[in-house]
């Protein structure tokens, strides 16, 4: 109960100045409606992201089993993100007036139905189809989660989003093993109908919230007026790290699983790899707020990034060795405070009545990474072995608008 008050707090503050706001009384929601509504908040992006991460370590393997080439796995994360980008700035500005519920329930409707069709896939071409609607899927859900926690004041915010991050962090962690289970043990259509139950199970559990502040178009809460909004440094910033990370980690879940399918290892083991750099990325997003009062948002992005880089090129030196579980789990690690502190760098620098669309903007780096980074890669290699070492050394780069930032923000204190 402790970890929820700071978001009861904030969306109390937000029903009293709305009240002001419109010259007449509101009755605050219960504590207990709105505990009853975080939770099943979260419950709903647990079973959303479950869809997503169960299926995403094995969706190149199977489609190497059905005959796709290098170029085809390739392409997966380009349709995926095609219509991602499409669809986000369309869901973020709707988070924003009011429509948070009716997206979250209709993106993991959409979602389930990308995994059907997965399920009923002959062949690589409709595995296209089935990331064309996932992609739509995710551009309609995520803003409006992200969003739903991002109202109230910094610190209401930090910790909302910080809880949000922990229930995407156990969803990390137990989809791959999940995943890996279900293909070993049942095949890979049994995987897409298990994560069609979760996709579904979102969707229902979705239309149960009754919070006011998911039906209304929210208004500011905090003295923002002035903030520089999506041209403020933090948020440029925020855009750059997490596109170049989803450039690489894109191209590491798929050209990965893949070798290790062409090299004749079982999926059990590209399950444990995903595994430990989930676990371990949960642990480091349960300690995300203890880090942050060590060191600033931007420090702990670096460190992120740094330990992200490390395991990656750990990695890179033997695709193939049992050593890769433990450098994983140095990237996984690294980037459970490295995404967490993006997003509060993101989202904390714009004003609350444009967060829903920051959001969208945010999240759709993921998008533009996953379309960009396995073809650019893919184009300059031609094996997956090559590919895995070229996407492992490209994560450095994603540590460099941070530190830029820093560098910038250390001589402007100087110079003063």
């Known amino acids: 109960m402790d970890r929820f008050l700071p978001s009861i707090k904030g969306v109390l503050e937000h029903v009293e100045i709305l009240s002001r706001k419109r010259g007449k009384t509101a009755n605050p929601p219960r504590v207990a409606t709105i505990y009853r509504d975080e939770l099943i908040l979260n419950m709903v992006t647990l079973c959303f992201f479950l869809t997503i991460h169960s299926v995403v370590p094995y969706l190149s393997q199977y489609a190497v089993e059905i005959g796709a080439t290098e170029a085809a796995v390739a392409l997966l994360g380009p349709f995926f993100a095609l219509s991602a980008l499409?669809?986000?700035?369309?869901?973020?500005?709707?988070?924003?007036?009011?429509?948070?519920?009716?997206?979250?329930?209709?993106?993991?409707?959409?979602?389930?139905?990308?995994?059907?069709?997965?399920?009923?896939?002959?062949?690589?071409?409709?595995?296209?189809?089935?990331?064309?609607?996932?992609?739509?899927?995710?551009?309609?859900?995520?803003?409006?989660?992200?969003?739903?926690?991002?109202?109230?004041?910094?610190?209401?915010?930090?910790?909302?989003?910080?809880?949000?991050?922990?229930?995407?962090?156990?969803?990390?962690?137990?989809?791959?093993?999940?995943?890996?289970?279900?293909?070993?043990?049942?095949?890979?259509?049994?995987?897409?109908?298990?994560?069609?139950?979760?996709?579904?199970?979102?969707?229902?559990?979705?239309?149960?919230i009754n919070s006011a502040k998911l039906s209304r178009p929210v208004v500011s809460i905090d003295s923002d007026e002035k903030s520089l909004g999506f041209m403020s440094a933090g948020f440029i910033t925020a855009l750059a790290s997490l596109l170049l990370y989803s450039s690489v980690y894109a191209s590491m879940t798929l050209f990965l699983p893949a070798y290790h399918k062409e090299a004749g290892l079982g999926a059990s083991y590209i399950a444990i790899f995903f595994t430990g750099i989930a676990v371990s990325s949960l642990v480091s997003r349960i300690t995300f707020t203890y880090v942050l009062r060590v060191i600033s948002v931007e420090g702990t992005a670096i460190l992120g990034m740094i330990l992200?880089?490390?395991?990656?090129?750990?990695?890179?030196?033997?695709?193939?060795?049992?050593?890769?579980?433990?450098?994983?789990?140095?990237?996984?690690?690294?980037?459970?405070?490295?995404?967490?502190?993006?997003?509060?760098?993101?989202?904390?620098?714009?004003?609350?009545?444009?967060?829903?669309?920051?959001?969208?903007?945010?999240?759709?780096?993921?998008?533009?990474?996953?379309?960009?980074?396995?073809?650019?890669?893919?184009?300059?290699?031609?094996?997956?072995?090559?590919?895995?070492?070229?996407?492992?050394?490209?994560?450095?780069?994603?540590?460099?608008?941070?530190?830029l930032l820093q560098i910038l923000r250390l001589k402007r204190s100087l110079n003063k």
């Open 308 to 403: 992200l880089s490390m395991g990656y090129i750990l990695v890179s030196t033997d695709p193939l060795s049992h050593s890769i579980l433990y450098y994983g789990i140095i990237a996984g690690i690294g980037s459970g405070l490295a995404i967490p502190s993006l997003q509060i760098m993101a989202i904390t620098g714009v004003p609350q009545r444009r967060r829903g669309t920051a959001s969208a903007i945010y999240t759709a780096m993921f998008d533009l990474g996953n379309m960009t980074g396995p073809i650019m890669v893919a184009s300059i290699a031609k094996t997956y072995r090559d590919m895995i070492g070229i996407s492992s050394y490209a994560s450095l780069v994603a540590l460099m608008p941070i530190a």
């Open 86 to 208: 499409t669809v986000r700035p369309l869901s973020g500005i709707l988070a924003d007036r009011g429509w948070t519920k009716r997206l979250l329930a209709i993106g993991a409707a959409t979602s389930a139905a990308a995994q059907a069709i997965y399920f009923i896939a002959p062949g690589p071409e409709l595995l296209y189809v089935g990331r064309l609607i996932q992609g739509a899927a995710v551009a309609l859900f995520i803003p409006a989660s992200f969003q739903a926690a991002s109202i109230g004041s910094r610190e209401t915010v930090i910790s909302s989003l910080a809880w949000r991050s922990t229930v995407i962090g156990v969803s990390f962690a137990l989809g791959p093993a999940i995943g890996g289970y279900v293909v070993t043990h049942l095949g890979y259509r049994a995987l897409f109908i298990f994560s069609t139950a979760m996709a579904l199970s979102a969707s229902v559990l979705s239309l149960m």
